[in-house]
T-cell receptor, first 113, second 115 residues
Framework: GQQVMQIPQYQHVQEGEDFTTYCNSSTTLSNIQWYKQRPGGHPVFLIQLVKSGEVKKQKRLTFQFGEAKKNSSLHITATQTTDVGTYFC?????????????FGTGTRLTIIP | DAGVIQSPRHEVTEMGQEVTLRCKPISGHNSLFWYRQTMMRGLELLIYFNNNVPIDDSGMPEDRFSAKMPNASFSTLKIQPSEPRDSAVYFCASTIGGGLTDTQYFGPGTRLTVL
């Protein structure tokens, strides 16, 4: 079945440093979604990318969808303590019979003040 | 507008007991999803409904798990009998559309502990 892996699993950064998490799918995705889960909370939708090579920005967050639609990245510039949490990518497969939405393994970000 | 509502928020039970988790999706949303989250396995899709009809239950771990959606505003996930390995946070999510490409709105989750 479809697998979605994220690296790194954990990331500790000093406040103000940049952070990047990478998402890789074993199959082509029809779209990629990113969610953030604060400690003790629930996943909250951040953004969706649909087109091959698409790049979207939300303030300090930059999201990219790979040309082959099998990978994606989330980059945070100048992290703040409010960025703490686990970031998940998720995507439905693009092929018939593989449309199940699969969440990535997540990257847990902690900030050192 | 209220978000997805789940109850109970916490459940502690003993092995062998029946557990029922409840979910009220956002009004007007057509699809409902049940997830399980554990440290070991991450966030797993168990089952999802579209217009109250189960579409894909391939993620349901075994026959001890069952889910129903009797109407557009209510769904249950039942575990009978429960086992310690069922301990996890169970999330319900809903989407406005009927496909898997739509934004998912998650409820606060039910933290289940089976002793």
């Amino acid at each position: 079945g479809q697998q979605v892996m994220q690296i790194p699993q954990y990331q500790h950064v000093q406040e103000g440093e940049d952070f990047t998490t990478y998402c890789n799918s074993s199959t082509t995705l029809s779209n990629i979604q990113w969610y953030k889960q604060r400690p003790g909370g629930h996943p909250v939708f951040l953004i969706q990318l649909v087109k091959s090579g698409e790049v979207k920005k939300q303030k300090r967050l930059t999201f990219q969808f790979g040309e082959a639609k099998k990978n994606s990245s989330l980059h945070i510039t100048a992290t703040q303590t409010t960025d703490v949490g686990t970031y998940f990518c998720a995507g439905p497969g693009a092929n018939f019979g593989n449309e199940k939405l699969t969440f990535g393994t997540g990257t847990r970000l902690t900030i050192i003040p | 507008d209220a978000g997805v509502i789940q109850s109970p928020r916490h459940e502690v039970t003993e092995m062998g007991q029946e557990v029922t988790l409840r979910c009220k999706p956002i009004s007007g949303h057509n699809s409902l999803f049940w997830y399980r989250q554990t440290m070991m396995r991450g966030l797993e899709l168990l089952i999802y409904f579209n217009n109250n009809v189960p579409i894909d239950d391939s993620g349901m771990p075994e026959d001890r798990f069952s889910a129903k959606m009797p109407n557009a505003s209510f769904s249950t996930l039942k575990i009978q009998p429960s086992e310690p390995r069922d301990s996890a946070v169970y999330f319900c999510a809903s989407t406005i559309g009927g496909g898997l490409t739509d934004t998912q709105y998650f409820g606060p989750g039910t933290r289940l502990t089976v002793l």
